[in-house]
């Protein structure tokens, strides 16, 4: 690989040390890879429907752990408090959690073992899907191609065998076929939300979400009320001019003033978004989620038009607000009156405007990362006065 960096004159210069090249092994393209928080392990989905798990030793020299007939969608790591564990998604309409166990040798095709699967109760594949860690707690938060968001939590948190779930709503209203929404989530990953939002009236518990479909992205709090389980409520909605958005990133850190969501688009464009909360009520947010389903609602009421005369079908109608019979609006604690505005402080373009398919912060917020059609990864921060920058950029040889 090589490296490019930019001076303080913004002129593109060569960087001493750079990326390397990673022989993965797999026998066919990489389609998801995911590094654990402490940056010690990497895990791999390939086409080969196979997963890799590689240590990365000082010397930055890798070992291959385990490697086993899984999946090739999407791979994430539980935060390391919880151990060596991760979940991935793949054609076969399953979630699986998988932990190590030491007790297997290496390449044995055995070290890791499935402890968790869940299949979708619509039947339909999962796209997505983001954990939340703090500490011993773990939330895990899932979405299908029909837009069914699902939100979960362990039964036992020991063993992570048992998962319960807390909430599910069509945040966007139920996809049909034919259309393409390309549905992603991802949770604020700090311990509390930023601190302003804290100080407008937010649990200090509170989950944060981001969901992006079409051009659109939602922004959810869910709260615990006294007696029940966490529930998501609607806070405000994003949209941009992009034709499509692929993938969205939550910056983790709740020092700062105000929350940032980057998404990756279809132009060839990374947009990030500046949320507040005005400490002020003049302007409610009055965007109170009409898509919401009780957990146990019957999958075949899901998404039910409330007046059917006339009425849009499938994401259209969620995209245009239509009420859904399951429709359940539930104000905690006034979160609700909670003011959240929105804006887009930066629109940053890949050099050949190919497709951007992934966006990441770094586990502070301090940077982000982006990768597209053409193999390369840009990397972003914030200058002095405020401003967006590339300030590195690696390619193929």
């Not at 930019?6 to 993965?24: A, M, S, V």
């Not at 869940?118 to 895990?140: C, R």
């Not at 362990?154 to 779930?165: C, G, I, R, V, Y």
């Not at 909430?167 to 390309?182: A, C, I, K, L, V």
Request: proline content about 4%; some cysteine.
């Amino acid at each position: 690989m090589e490296a490019n960096g930019f001076n303080q004159h913004g002129q593109r210069q060569d960087c001493e040390y750079g990326f390397r090249n990673f022989d993965h092994g797999a026998a066919d393209v990489i389609l998801a890879v995911a590094f654990n928080s402490s940056g010690t392990r990497i895990a791999l989905g390939s086409a080969d429907h196979k997963i890799r798990v590689y240590d990365v030793e000082q010397d930055e020299t890798s070992t291959l752990v385990d490697q086993w007939r899984g999946h090739d969608a999407e791979v994430k790591w539980i935060g390391s408090t919880l151990g060596h564990v991760f979940g991935t998604i793949g054609g076969d309409n399953k979630f699986k959690l998988w932990r190590e166990d030491p007790s297997q040798a290496s390449k044995g095709g055995r070290r890791f073992r499935c402890i968790f699967s869940q299949s979708p109760s619509n039947h339909v594949a999962y796209i997505s899907f983001d954990f939340k860690t703090v500490k011993h707690e773990v939330w895990l938060v899932l979405i299908s191609r029909d837009g069914l968001l699902s939100l979960l939590e362990p039964s036992e948190p020991e063993s992570l065998s048992l998962w319960k779930e807390l909430d599910t709503m069509y945040p966007f209203g139920q996809h049909s076929r034919g259309t393409e929404p390309r549905f992603s989530v991802s949770l604020h990953q700090s311990e509390r939300p930023c601190y302003n939002a804290v100080i407008a009236g937010l649990d200090p518990k509170a989950l944060s979400l981001a969901v992006s479909a079409m051009n659109l992205i939602k922004i959810f709090r869910a709260v615990k009320p006294d007696e029940g389980n966490y529930q998501f409520h609607e806070m405000v909605e994003l949209s941009t001019d992009a034709p499509m958005i692929n993938d969205v990133s939550w910056a983790p850190g709740c020092i700062r003033p105000s929350d940032l969501v980057a998404a990756a688009c279809d132009d060839g464009s990374v947009r990030i978004f500046e949320i507040t909360t005005p400490h002020s009520v003049e302007s409610m947010s009055t965007t109170i989620s009409e898509s919401r389903i009780p957990p146990g609602t019957s999958t075949s009421t899901r998404g039910t038009i409330t007046n059917s005369q006339n009425a849009p079908s499938g994401i259209g109608a969620g995209l245009a607000g239509v009420s859904r019979a399951a429709a359940a609006a539930r104000d905690v604690a006034g979160i609700t009156k909670i003011n959240h505005k929105w804006e887009e402080v930066a629109v940053l373009s890949h050099d050949d405007n190919s497709a951007v398919w992934k966006v990441r912060w770094v586990h502070d917020g301090s940077a982000l990362a982006s990768t597209g059609d053409a193999g390369k990864l840009h990397l972003w921060k914030q200058n002095v006065a405020g401003y967006f920058i590339e300030f590195a950029e690696t390619g193929p040889e």
